[in-house]
């Protein structure tokens, strides 16, 4: 299957700083990117769409400033966490899909807001 | 209606059983049924998938046996093995859609 990666696996950081997390398509070009939240025991909650140069969809709920969404190349797209608080603490998932419409996802990032 | 329902949440089943994870899902405009496997501290692997031209595709130990009229899709697990210990999530997107919808996960235990 087609390679995702996410960059870094864990970050811990103080609240009110903003946290970067890279995902990268290995082996194909992603027009689309989805960012996902995960809770402990939980299933995969869809934060947004990313498209490549275009602005990302988010989905009902979730705060645009907060979770800045960046596709600049078909292989990159970034989220960033901004001005993070410890209800932010999660685990974040993206996913990238190949021109046939499966997703295949990254490792996934921890994230600690002490 | 873009709820996919899963059951059972969690399953134990003896080495070298089957374990079966069953969907059900209400939107029609539904075409693609993926399933995901997630270890621990880990993202999701796609394990296998089907659309709706087939009622069933085998993959390995592996298979998906879907039910249109039913609306319902289901994963079988031959042979069960330990390693195969897991949470498995069920999802669906409509056609030219790739927006998945998840459900709600099963959480796998096989026990020797």
């Known amino acids: 299957g087609a390679v995702v990666s996410q960059h870094p696996s864990r970050v811990i950081c103080k609240s009110g700083t903003s946290v970067k997390i890279e995902c990268r398509s290995l082996d194909f070009q992603a027009t689309t990117m989805f960012w996902y939240r995960q809770f402990p025991k939980q299933s995969l909650m869809l934060m947004a769409t990313s498209n490549e140069g275009s602005k990302a969809t988010y989905e009902q709920g979730v705060e645009k400033d907060k979770f800045l969404i960046n596709h600049a190349s078909l292989t990159l797209s970034t989220l960033t966490v901004t001005s993070a608080h410890p209800e932010d603490s999660s685990f974040y998932i993206c996913?990238?899909?190949?021109?046939?419409?499966?997703?295949?996802f990254g490792p996934g990032t921890r994230l600690t807001v002490l | 209606q873009q709820q996919v329902k899963q059951s059972p949440q969690s399953l134990i089943v003896q080495k070298g059983g089957i374990s079966i994870i069953n969907c059900a899902y209400e939107n029609t405009a539904f075409d693609y049924f993926p399933w995901y496997q997630q270890f621990p501290g880990k993202g999701p692997a796609l394990l296998i998938a089907?659309?709706?031209?087939?009622s069933e595709k085998k993959e390995g130990r592996f298979t998906i046996s879907f039910n249109k009229s039913a609306k319902q899709f289901s994963l079988h697990i031959m042979d069960s093995q330990p390693g195969d210990s897991a949470t498995y999530f069920c999802?669906?997107?409509?056609?030219?859609?790739?927006?998945?919808?998840f459900g709600t996960g099963t959480r796998l235990t096989i026990i020797p």
């Open positions: 089907i659309r709706p031209d087939v």
């Open positions: 996913s990238a899909s190949t021109s046939w419409n499966e997703q295949f």
């Open positions: 999802a669906a997107a409509p056609f030219g859609n790739e927006k998945l919808t």
